[in-house]
């Protein structure tokens, strides 16, 4: 049996998601209905996985998701499957970077197609697996930043994460030290760095998110 922490503003859905994990043999050991609700019973309830849904009070936006991410931080290896109808990439991305720290799952409502998929998720992820839904990790490819950049733009990028300097760069390439300096301006401005005193800080965190993709 697993102790169960659910979060879900909608009541009707709350309720009978509680009853639904009954039925297999689990307990919702506290239902919240935002995310300083959920994150109390947490504290107090330590359970063995925490169920959640993105959109919550006060904005709806993605507060669900951030509450998680917090969560993870503060109770490290804490299970959390993440069950919604959409997709807050930059925090759905950084809360399946911590896959190492336990058990973490991303679920779309409304593909699951039957009961025993919802059921089977919560229990992989209780038990330290991964459950993340294809359309999911599609998504957040395709919001990846590096995505924006040019088949030239990736090929410099990658030639930055050798330790390369611009003219080693324009070396290898066989181009004009202003082409490289052009494209990894451009880069820059594609990986949504903004100009600092040096572009030294930009440098490497545009290799950190090369390296990390």
Known sequence: ??????????????????????????????????????????????????VTDVRMPPTFTDEGLRAAVALRHAHPGLPVLILSQYVATAYAAKLLESTNDGGIGYLLKDRILEVREFVDGVERVAAGGCVIDPEVVRRLLTHHPLTRLTPREREILALMAQGRSNMAIANELRVSEKVVSKHINAIFTKLDLPPTVTDDHRRVRAVLMYLRA
């Open 1 to 50: 049996m697993l102790r169960i922490v659910l979060a879900e503003d909608a009541l009707l859905l709350r309720e009978g998601l509680a009853a639904l994990l009954a039925r297999f043999g689990h307990e919702v050991v506290a239902a919240a209905g935002d995310p300083d609700a959920m994150s109390a019973a947490v504290a107090e309830q330590s359970p063995d996985i925490v």
